[in-house]
């Protein structure tokens, strides 16, 4: 106890210096706590719009055709809805068919990519269609009703209640077209969506390709993204003796998988600099301490103090300084989050359009996530970092020869 209370005081002959160390410290735990929890809330937003509106926590395809996208890979699903429908970590299986077609209206036309979906699930799931009225969506899988994205409706000079052909090649390499009516427009945030995007009932889309029976591809909701160990081995024990493969969402969706960690690359950059300036940091201040204390040393090794204690001595400094600076930094950083958790930061008036990252749009209210695991880490690796710092200046300390180091003024 003696010994830590030596430690203690020493570290403030030098209240300035210490006070800045201290700071050091404390802004960076503080800083990557932060940052790391914002970023993670982030991407958890990101990845939780993303699979809804997209290929889900878990798709199911057959062959390559997240890669290929090529048509003609379909697969009839038949009890395959239901059974992994019925896995506990599963809130909706949504299946789905894409097909690239024209649109037509009586004064325009455009190609688009007609989205033949189930209505009534799709809407509970996809963040998408949430927003619409209940009488601007599909009525049902075999309805003419079409769901239009907003520019492609201002670009084929229609409105709501309005009819348009879609025109499309079937499995039969014949021509057909079918006479939908507009029930109404969404805005996903995403340009080339907004401006290419029809939506349709599951089965008319089938029915008009040709492929009655058959989707491209079963989109699988869990009821959390932490699910996907363990649903993705149950999906895959369902899918054993079938065609079609399960693969996770960043299989699926490599655009936003690649961007998120591109993302987080760069950050992991930024915590790398800000390590080693803390590093540099807690280097100066111990070896200055230990350069003005040379004759002190010399008078304790000259007493009986061992080189081994003194070591332990500028070490023990190190550490005290190391968790004095983490408690402040913890405590600045979970009082950020907290309220980046609670309120985020709002950024719908500066950017008052949707925001759309690796293909994907999401919340402009930034908002945070609790990582508990990841704070303690950092707090770890720093307090190891700081007490590795010292090493040197312990060292020094160790070798000061007693007779010399009483002679210094």
């Not at 799709?122 to 079409?146: V, W, Y």
């Not at 029915?207 to 999906?235: R, W």
């Not at 998988?257 to 080693?276: E, N, P, R, S």
Request: charged share 20%.
């Amino acid at each position: 106890m003696e010994f830590a209370l030596l430690a203690w005081k020493n570290l403030w002959r030098n209240r300035r210096r210490t006070l800045i160390t201290l700071a050091a410290i404390a802004f960076s735990i503080m800083l990557m706590q932060a940052a790391h929890n914002l970023a993670m809330g982030i991407y958890a937003s990101m990845v939780d719009h993303g699979v809804r509106a997209g290929s889900g926590h878990i798709a199911v395809y057959l062959e390559d055709y997240p890669r290929s996208r090529d048509e003609s890979l379909a697969f009839a699903p038949g009890s395959l809805i239901d059974e992994i429908q019925d896995l506990p970590e599963v809130a909706r299986a949504l299946p789905r068919i894409y097909l690239p077609a024209l649109a037509q209206s009586s004064r325009e036309s455009r190609g688009i990519l007609l989205t033949g979906v189930a209505p009534l699930a799709e809407r509970t799931a996809n963040p998408f269609l949430k927003h619409l009225l209940p009488g601007k969506m599909i009525r049902s899988s075999q309805s003419n009703d079409a769901v239009l994205g907003c520019r492609l409706l201002d670009e084929l000079k229609i409105t709501d209640g309005n009819k348009l052909v879609i025109t499309l090649q079937n499995r039969q390499g014949d021509l057909v077209s079918e006479l939908f009516r507009v029930r109404g427009s969404l805005k996903t945030g995403i340009r080339e969506l907004d401006s290419s995007l029809i939506i349709v009932g599951l089965e008319k889309a089938s029915a008009i390709a040709g492929m009655s029976g058959k989707i491209h591809e079963l989109a699988v909701i869990l009821e959390s993204a932490d699910d996907e160990q363990t649903a993705l081995p149950a999906i895959n024990r369902l899918l054993r003796d079938k065609a079609p493969r399960a693969v996770s969402w960043e299989e699926a969706m490599p655009n936003l998988a690649d961007a998120i960690k591109l993302d987080y690359a760069g950050q992991k950059f930024i915590f790398l600099v800000i390590t080693l300036i803390v590093t540099i940091g807690v280097v100066n201040t111990l070896l200055m301490s230990v350069m003005e204390r040379i004759r002190e040393f010399g008078v304790m090794l000259a007493i009986g103090a061992s080189p081994a204690q003194l070591r332990r001595l500028i070490l023990t400094e190190a550490l005290m300084l190391a968790l004095a600076g983490i408690a402040v930094g913890t405590l600045l950083g979970s009082l950020i989050t907290w309220y980046l958790v609670h309120y985020g930061i709002d950024l719908s008036r500066m950017m008052p359009e949707s925001m759309e990252f690796g293909g994907v749009v999401f919340d402009p209210i930034l908002r945070a996530t609790w990582d508990f695991t990841w704070m303690a880490r950092i707090c770890l690796y720093l307090t190891l970092l700081t007490v590795a710092a010292a090493l040197y200046p312990a060292h020094k300390a160790a070798r000061i020869a007693p007779a010399a180091a009483m002679r210094k003024h």
